[in-house]
């Protein structure tokens, strides 16, 4: 079992959650939640991005779970923009919490809606030691909620991002590093665009160094 992927169904609000598992074999290991993209536009847990994040996540000894929102692949329900969205990954957290009570850091990542799920949901979970948000999209979704961002984290994007105008990064970017008491890294992939294709290399360089100078501290 603790060298598998497993499929697991998680119970949720709107029924059961579509999910993949690793369990590290140390129980003391850190966790970590991976959130999908939009599922109206073919957001998927299998999400290349989201898949590559949590391989990283696997490859530095971290329990990590990523789950379908409700009314994607397998898992029950449908489309809550964002509200019922939210409660998947609580409960989600939730499980993945139970599973590895003595876990020694809680991490939430997300990819591009994912992003501001998992941004929102580290706002209501004071466990939440580090987050990792890749192409989020402040030009879309309001991210004025971080007042003040509760946690230090990673904020990486494609500095060639066709879906989000540069200057929304840099004001994001602004608000948050003049936030006391956390830091927020904002990197950018030369070259890369929002879904990082043909990037993915770079990115997962990035995730990994990011991860291993943090979990150093612990």
């Known amino acids: 079992m603790d060298n598998k992927i497993l499929e697991i169904f998680i119970p949720g609000p709107a029924g059961r959650l579509e999910a993949k598992y690793y369990k590290s074999k140390k129980n003391t290991s850190p966790i970590a ?23 990283t996540f696997m490859d530095n000894d971290f329990s990590v779970c990523r789950v379908n929102f409700r009314g994607v692949g397998k898992s029950d329900g449908e489309f809550d923009n964002g509200q019922g969205e939210l409660a998947d990954a609580a ?36 466990e939440i030691n580090r987050f990792i948000a890749i192409s989020p999209q402040p030009n879309v979704y309001d991210f004025s909620f971080l007042s003040p961002c509760p946690t230090s984290g990673l904020i990486i994007c494609g500095k060639q991002d066709e879906l989000v105008p540069s200057e929304y990064i840099l004001d994001l970017d602004k608000r948050l590093s ?12 030369t070259g890369a665009n929002h879904f990082f294709s043909k990037n993915e290399e770079a990115l ?6 990011y991860i291993k100078k943090e979990t150093a501290l612990y």
């Open 204 to 209: 997962v360089k990035s995730l990994n160094k």
């Open 33 to 55: 939640l991976v959130l999908q993209p939009h599922p109206q536009y073919g957001g998927t847990m299998n999400n290349k991005v989201v898949v590559e994040t949590f391989k």
């Open 178 to 189: 003049a936030q006391k008491g956390i830091k927020v890294e904002f990197q950018t992939i």
């Open 91 to 126: 409960a989600a957290l939730d499980w993945l919490e139970r599973e590895n009570f003595d876990n020694s850091q809680c991490w939430v990542s997300g990819f591009s809606f994912g992003s501001l799920i998992a941004m929102q949901l580290l706002m209501r979970r004071p």
